[in-house]
C-alpha cells in the first residue's frame, strides 16, 4: 500500500506570512493528489484537486505543486480564517486508492 | 446543491454491527463518474477512508477492514449504508459520507468534494 507522509505535523504562523505544508507518497503517484482543510469540529474541505487544480471557490491565496512522491500545499498570505489541519490524500492505487496523511495543523503565533 | 447526510446509531456496544445511512440530494448514484465513499477520524486523529461505491456499483475497500465493511446504495431512495462488523472500542470515531468524482478528464484522478456534517459513533459497552 502507499503510504503518505506530512511535514511538519504542526507549524505556528502568523497573519499574512506565507506557509509551506509538505506531502509525501511512499512511491510515486503522478499528480494523483488531493488537499483538504479541516476545521475543529467541522468536514474537511476539499481544497486542491490532481496536485495543482484549485477546487471553485476556494481563495487563490491556496496553491499546490508536485508530482510524483513529493508535492506542496503553498497559502501565500496566512488569513485568520485558515487557521486548520490540512490533509493530503492520494487518489491513485488501488486495492487501497484513497489514503490520507497524518494531517499538518497549523495555529497561530 | 449537493448535500449529504450521515444517520445511525451513537451508541454500540463491543462486538455488534455498526449500520450507518447516508442520505443524499442534488445528484444520482446512478450518473457515470459518481461515487459516495465513508471516511472515519476518531476523536484527536487522521481522516481514514473506509470504503467507496461507484455509479456503476463498482466498490472498494480499506484493505485493513475490508473483511469487517460492506457498502451498498439505493439508488431510488438517494441512500447509501455503510454496515461495520464486529465493532470494537478502537471504531469509536466520526463518520463521514462524501460525494466524489472524477476530476480530470481521461484519467482516473479522484476527489470528494461535498461531506455529510459526520456523525460520531462511540464504541463501549
Known amino acids: 500500500d502507499i503510504q503518505m507522509t506530512q511535514s511538519p505535523s504542526s507549524l505556528s504562523a502568523s497573519v499574512g506570512d506565507r506557509v509551506t505544508i509538505t506531502c509525501r507518497a511512499s512511491?510515486?503517484?503522478?499528480?494523483?493528489l488531493n488537499w483538504y482543510q479541516q476545521k475543529p469540529g467541522k468536514a474537511p474541505k476539499l481544497l486542491i484537486y490532481?496536485?495543482?487544480s484549485l477546487q471553485s471557490g476556494v481563495p487563490s491565496r491556496f496553491s499546490g505543486s508536485g508530482s510524483g512522491t513529493d508535492f506542496t500545499l503553498t497559502i501565500s498570505s496566512l488569513q485568520p480564517e485558515d487557521f486548520a489541519t490540512y490533509y493530503c490524500?492520494?487518489?491513485?492505487?488501488?486495492?487501497?486508492?484513497?489514503?490520507f496523511g497524518p494531517g499538518t495543523k497549523v495555529d497561530i503565533k | 446543491q449537493i448535500t449529504l447526510k450521515e444517520s445511525g446509531p451513537t451508541l454500540v456496544k463491543p462486538t455488534q454491527t455498526l449500520t450507518l445511512t447516508c442520505t443524499f440530494s442534488?445528484?444520482?448514484?446512478?450518473?457515470?463518474?459518481?461515487?459516495v465513499g465513508w471516511i472515519r477520524q476518531p476523536p484527536g486523529k487522521a481522516l481514514e477512508w473506509l470504503a467507496l461505491?461507484?455509479?456503476?456499483?463498482?466498490?472498494r475497500y480499506s484493505p485493513s477492514l475490508k473483511s469487517r465493511l460492506t457498502i451498498t446504495k439505493d439508488t431510488s431512495k438517494n441512500q447509501v449504508v455503510l454496515t461495520m462488523t464486529n465493532m470494537d472500542p478502537v471504531d469509536t470515531a466520526t463518520y463521514y459520507c462524501a460525494h466524489g468524482g472524477y476530476v480530470e478528464m481521461a484519467t482516473t484522478k479522484w476527489a470528494f468534494d461535498y461531506w455529510g456534517q459526520g456523525t460520531l459513533v462511540t464504541v463501549s459497552s
Open positions: 461505491i461507484y455509479w456503476d456499483d463498482d466498490k
Open positions: 442534488g445528484f444520482s448514484l446512478s450518473t457515470s463518474g459518481v461515487g
Open positions: 490524500q492520494q487518489s491513485y492505487s488501488t486495492p487501497s486508492p484513497f489514503t
Open positions: 512511491q510515486s503517484i503522478s499528480s494523483y
Open positions: 490532481a496536485a495543482s
